[in-house]
């Protein structure tokens, strides 16, 4: 327990340490001991900017989260310490101060004087994927009796910077995926310890990155922009107040680094025994760039490293290791060999029946045209001068490495996975007495860590791109897991970045493809997708319900305005054909019917399957039959969500004219709805498990009918053998939904299932991550698609609402107020979970005895519960820790 205030935190990422901007928000968490009352009295706030105390400041109760900064806007390079405590109330005396946090202020755009270098780069170029990495030089004389030395650095392409030989700072792949025309984050680092009295040599080594290199399944060239630089400025303090500092400008040097190859996708190759050549000068503002701002999301990093699980010798001079668990990052390997040895490294998710590695599955293929190959490769040629290779300009998805070496054996203690993505704050904890589910929470958190490489990619293998889809689908899980708040506040960034002049939204955040600026693509006619583009709205309005952040929906409210009005002028002006022939005349409903634009629709259900067993595949067998089929009951559901919580994010922000207006349009959708894709009889059109789970957790349905929809989805489920039929928009919401509606029996069943398509299919198929496929390994040993591919893992989040059974009540921000519901299967004997609220840790554990289930709950201060057990009774429960024993059947 604590009496003091404490986790204390601001808006901004840092890796060394937090940098913010000139006005950070604070905040922190209440004292875990409440105080005799049980009431918070505000709070108290002291401060100092390098050394000087600021004016204390007074917070009223309750204003713990993102309180605006009190102060005058902080300047460059200042140096904060800060700290809270309880006010005193009446008699009673205040609390202990809270530990002093810190942070620094990063150098603002304004105060940037460096220029922008870029390396001198030979006429005859490569080609995207096989350019090498340049590494761009300066030198300078320091004096003794440094104090302090931070380098400010970002660049237009992925850098590393070192300073007399050490690298600076522990992030990797900076500075992270943006969408480079609009946003551009630099990165602090304290090299204080590498700088030396005399001569000193700053490093800037440079590569394609997100920025010029290869993006997508088809390995297209990203078009931000077609010239590598750089930017940079050392600033060192010394003991005697005096400042010195070093900048990017035209003295520096460009050489070829020893990395000869460097692309994020295809991978990496360094020779060292490469000679760098002659020193040329550098080319000096070459580009354009904006404005340098300092990222809300933690750094990327290096956040574990493993051993190999396994190290096999197919044949003489062939390796495959296995590290037993899919993931993103890279090898390093300290045992090169002589000097000359070439190692190759080719990285997958899956070996064949042979035991040699095979990436088909994750070909990349149009209809009608051959394959585009996948793949991932390192090179490393040794020096024979104990070099440890490991390839920071590239990045893989992979479980297996295929390592050749010809004419030197190697040593299998000498490879290590460096596990690499952002490095995101856990919050959120499951786990229960049946290994399976424990295994299904794990494999799916493993995909959601895979993808989160400073971006929400879809898969961290064949395309890597940050799907608008995706993270839609998974943010309510992601909650529960992580602190991802910053993380997904950088992303929404290059979402509005992307935005289309028309309001639609990029089927995927950084858009390397530029889709705004080229809509007569054929892929600008794919852009624009009910369940996708709605990300704009869906995941802000989540990340204000979980963490209580305002300005998170303000900040997106204007790109969430153009976005659901481009959605509704398309449903007044665009119709499905099927629709034109039933009537040439729109009937009057159908101006609220979303069905004349692109949609994906549903995407990723379980595929029939032929005569023979073949697998069939609606977009490869007849993709414009696909491209045609009315998608509009999708469309039409997701308006009607994306307007009317377009209407509650209006409430929140004040706007009450909008509130109103979207609210009454909410209506009509769902109106338009009930009469085109409903029956009287409760059934929907389309009559899949997607449409009626779409229908029923979006509230499509009448009240009067809700019973009717549920029974007709458990009809459909059990004429599938009791098995799942739905995709990719629907799959998350499928086990809440039967069980809300009274069917948890069905839902449990369907959690349970073993054959495929089901999750339990893939722990037995030994997945290690989510499937993009249901069978992702088919009953023969082959893979389809990607095996990492986080969306159906929203599966875990009824883990935690139903197993576990914490959710936030309805209405409630940041989890001010929750219910404990568990809905137990028979088989469980006991489940345990936190959460870490933005007022402190919940905790809830379960066990059952007989009859009976025994709950204990901790409720943080600032929060209120409400307790129902399985029999039907409830209870309340307010800060402290509640237990009770309650049977297990009503009437019992």
Known sequence: MNNAPYDLR???????????????????????EPSDTGRTTGYELECTVDGEAQPAVQVAPGQHRFFPWPWAALQSGRQVAWRVRVRARDAEAPSPWSELSTFEVGLLDEDWQARWISPTESGDD???????????????????????????????????????????????????ATSYDRTLYAQASDVTAALQAGVNRLEIVLSDGWYRGQ????????????????????????????????????TWTSTRSAITRADLMDGQTTDFRAVPGAEQPVLVDQVEAPAIDWSPAPPVRVVE????????????????????????????????????????????????????????????????????????????????????????????????????????????????????????????????????????????????RGNAVDVPTDCPTRERLAWTGDFQVFAPTATRLYDVLGFSRKWLRSVRDDQLPDGRIANFSPDGRRIKHHLDDQFAMMTGSAGWGDAIVAVPWELYESYGDREILAENWEAMVRWVEWALRTARTARHQSRIERSAEPLPHEQYLWDGSFHWGEWTEPKAKAADGTRIDPVQTDPVAWFMADKGEVGTAFLYRSTS??????????????????????????????TEFLTPDGRTTGDTQAAYVRALSLGLVPDELRPAAAARLVELIRAADTHLGTGFLATGDLLPVLADSGHADIAYELLFRRTAPSWLYMLDRGATTIWEDWEGIDENGDAHDSLNHYSKGAVIRFLHTHTLGLRQAPGSVAWESIEVAPLPHPSLTWARGTHESSQGTITVEWRTTDDALTLTVDVPPGTTARVVFPDGTTETATAGTFRATRPMAKGS
């Open 10 to 32: 601001i808006d901004y990422g840092g890796d060394q340490f937090p940098v913010s901007g000139p006005a950070p928000r604070l905040s922190w968490k209440p004292p875990s």
């Open 126 to 176: 490569p080609g995207c994927g096989k350019r090498p990495a340049h590494t761009l030089t300066t030198r300078f004389q320091a004096r003794a009796g440094v104090r302090s030395a931070r380098l400010y650095a970002t660049a237009l392409g992925v850098y590393e910077a070192y300073v007399n030989g050490e690298r600076a700072g522990t992030a990797e792949l900076s500075p992270g």
């Open 645 to 674: 919580t377009l209407a509650r994010i209006a409430r929140v922000l004040g706007h009450t004219e909008d509130a109103a207006r979207y609210a009454e349009t909410a209506e009509r959708i769902r109106d338009a709805w009930r």
């Open 215 to 250: 993006v997508g399944a088809f390995r297209l060239p990203a078009g931000w922009g077609t010239v590598l630089a750089a930017r940079a400025e050392l600033h060192i303090t010394y003991e005697d107040g005096s400042r010195q500092v070093v900048r990017t400008d035209e």
């Open 305 to 448: 490293s493993r051993t190999a699980q396994s190290v096999k010798q197919l044949e003489d001079g062939l390796w495959i290791a296995d590290f037993g668990q899919n993931a993103s990052g890279w090898l390093a390997l300290s045992d090169l060999g002589p000097p000359g040895t070439r190692t190759v490294i080719d990285y997958g998710e899956h070996v064949g029946a042979e035991g040699d590695l095979t990436t088909a599955h994750l070909d990349s293929v149009r209809p009608g045209e051959d394959p585009i190959p996948f793949v991932q490769r390192d090179e490393v040629v040794s020096a024979g001068r104990s070099e440890t290779f490991e390839p920071r300009h590239t990045v893989h998805g992979f479980r297996y490495a295929r390592i050749r070496r010809d004419g030197a054996p190697l040593d299998p203690t000498s490879i290590t996975v460096r596990v690499v993505h952002t490095d995101l704050r856990r919050t959120g904890t499951f786990a229960c007495s049946d290994d399976d589910l424990n295994r299904l929470h794990e494999i799916a958190d493993w995909s959601f």
